[in-house]
């Protein structure tokens, strides 16, 4: 009672290909099959080492860099700046 026979299957295949079509199923699996070989190529990469090693994070801009705004003026003339106290 629990187990699916192949007369279940073939219920199931017919009414799948009452409702989408055999273009589309085929479409479809073709699709999977595609993704299948693009998934264990990229597998194979992984293993093998060959992934291309991620960008260089870009540096931040001068204005929001760490350094003084005095260290910035490499040719403007420098202002001497009085502290109050």
């Not at 003084?68 to 106290?85: K, T």
């Given at each position: 009672?629990?187990?699916?026979?192949?007369?279940?299957?073939?219920?199931?295949?017919?009414?799948?290909?009452?409702?989408?079509?055999?273009?589309?199923?085929?479409?479809?699996?073709?699709?999977?099959?595609?993704?299948?070989?693009a998934?264990?190529?990229?597998?194979?990469?992984?293993?093998?080492?060959?992934?291309?090693?991620?960008?260089?994070?870009p540096?931040?801009?001068?204005?929001?860099?760490?350094?003084?705004?005095?260290?910035?003026?490499?040719?403007?003339?420098?202002?001497?700046?009085?502290?109050?106290?």
């Amino acid at each position: 009672m629990g187990e699916l026979s192949i007369w279940h299957w073939l219920v199931v295949l017919i009414v799948v290909m009452l409702l989408f079509g055999s273009g589309k199923v085929s479409t479809l699996m073709s699709d999977v099959a595609k993704g299948i070989k693009a998934f264990k190529h990229n597998m194979q990469e992984s293993e093998a080492g060959t992934t291309p090693p991620a960008p260089p994070a870009p540096e931040p801009p001068a204005a929001l860099s760490a350094a003084p705004p005095e260290a910035n003026l490499a040719s403007a003339e420098r202002v001497p700046v009085h502290h109050e106290a």
